[in-house]
T-cell receptor
Framework: AQKITQTQPGMFVQEKEAVTLDCTYDTSDPSYGLFWYKQPSSGEMIFLIYQGSYDQQNATEGRYSLNFQKARKSANLVISASQLGDSAMYFCAMREGQAGTALIFGKGTTLSVSS | NAGVTQTPKFQVLKTGQSMTLQCAQDMNHNSMYWYRQDPGMGLRLIYYSASEGTTDKGEVPNGYNVSRLNKREFSLRLESAAPSQTSVYFC?????????????FGPGTRLTVT
């Protein structure tokens, strides 16, 4: 079974609209962390936001927020007021257990923002 | 503040050639990682080093070796390159800072094996 599932291969949104990118995860470890990364066409991986499994509040970083629903094992990324520069591939990832362990990535969602 | 640096940025190898990808971080992170990214897929872990002096296999370690030279540097070696190793390689480092886990990636190395 996949540990990280991103069911939307592609999403389309107009400038200034909000968009939600879906991510569900599967783990039996009570301690885990969830990440979202942005990969523009230039190829670098840009860290966006992090949510720890014990964090009580949803993480927010500027226009990015993470809708963390622990019981449903979902960690959706919400981008408010989309901009043309948000067009990119977005990856959800999870770290299980201790901080030294590696991330497990989903297959990504391509977001296209139009004017 | 350089963060995570990788060299080279691009490389073309012939089947059977060897090479080493270099990675360094200046954030004093304990943990370092090597991932590969193939078209249409997320990143897959090749090897990681939870702390200086330790290395462990990830999901796809075959055909690779690693060296954690010191706290800053973590290299990936292809002893005998194969076309299946054509990919983009990312190095990353991480550290727990209080309640937040920092995890940052290098710019990537695009490797083609012919």
């Amino acid at each position: 079974a996949q540990k990280i599932t991103q069911t939307q291969p592609g999403m389309f949104v107009q400038e200034k609209e909000a968009v939600t990118l879906d991510c569900t995860y599967d783990t039996s470890d009570p301690s885990y962390g969830l990440f979202w990364y942005k990969q523009p066409s230039s190829g670098e991986m840009i860290f966006l936001i992090y949510q720890g499994s014990y964090d009580q509040q949803n993480a927010t970083e500027g226009r990015y927020s993470l809708n963390f629903q622990k019981a449903r094992k979902s960690a959706n990324l919400v981008i408010s007021a989309s901009q043309l520069g948000d067009s990119a591939m977005y990856f959800c990832a999870m770290r299980e257990g201790q901080a030294g362990t590696a991330l497990i990535f989903g297959k990504g969602t391509t977001l296209s923002v139009s004017s | 503040n350089a963060g995570v640096t990788q060299t080279p940025k691009f490389q073309v190898l012939k089947t059977g050639q060897s090479m080493t990808l270099q990675c360094a971080q200046d954030m004093n992170h304990n943990s370092m990682y090597w991932y590969r990214q193939d078209p249409g897929m997320g990143l897959r872990l090749i090897y990681y080093s939870a702390s200086e002096g330790t290395t462990d296999k990830g999901e796809v370690p075959n055909g690779y070796n690693v060296s954690r030279l010191n706290k800053r540097e973590f290299s990936l070696r292809l002893e005998s390159a194969a076309p299946s190793q054509t990919s983009v390689y990312f190095c990353a480092s991480s550290e727990q800072r209080g309640r937040k886990l920092e995890q940052y990636f290098g710019p990537g190395t695009r490797l083609t094996v012919t």
